[in-house]
Nanobody
Framework: QEQLVESGGGLVQPGASLRLSCAAS????????IGWFRQAPGKMRELVAV????????YYSDAVRGRFTISKDHAKNTVDLQMNSLKPEDTAVYYC????????????????WGQGTQVTVSS
C-alpha cells in the first residue's frame, strides 16, 4: 500500500514560517516525483512545488517562489516544504502527492495523495 501523510500545518501570523512534511514509503520516496498542492476555499487546487525523484529537479509556482523551499529528507523518507514569509493568501489545505514522472502541468499524473494539512495565516 502506498500512503502519503502530511503534517506540520497550523495557525500562524503573517510573516511567520511553517515546515510541512510529507511522509512516503521508501519505494514512493525514491522513484516518484513528489508535489505539494494547495486548495483554498472557493478556488481550484493548485500546484505549489515539485521535487523530482532524484531530488535534483524542483519547481515552484510564481506565488511561492523565493519564499518556499521543497526538499527531500532521505533519513526520514519525507519531502518537506519550508514556508517562509507566510501571507494570508497562503491559507489553504496543503496536500502532497506522488507522480511516476516529474510533471508540473498534468495533475492527473499524480497517483497517490495524502489527506491534507490545514495552513491558516491570519492576524
Amino acid at each position: 500500500q502506498e500512503q502519503l501523510v502530511e503534517s506540520g500545518g497550523g495557525l500562524v501570523q503573517p510573516g511567520a514560517s511553517l515546515r510541512l512534511s510529507c511522509a512516503a514509503s521508501g519505494r514512493t520516496f525514491s522513484t516518484y516525483a513528489i508535489g505539494w498542492f494547495r486548495q483554498a476555499p472557493g478556488k481550484m487546487r493548485e500546484l505549489v512545488a515539485v521535487v523530482g525523484s532524484s531530488g535534483m529537479s524542483a519547481y515552484y509556482s510564481d506565488a511561492v517562489r523565493g519564499r518556499f523551499t521543497i526538499s527531500k529528507d532521505h533519513a526520514k523518507n519525507t519531502v518537506d516544504l519550508q514556508m517562509n514569509s507566510l501571507k494570508p493568501e497562503d491559507t489553504a489545505v496543503y496536500y502532497c502527492a506522488a507522480s511516476p514522472t516529474y510533471d508540473t502541468v498534468t495533475y492527473s499524473r499524480y497517483k497517490y495523495w495524502g489527506q491534507g494539512t490545514q495552513v491558516t495565516v491570519s492576524s
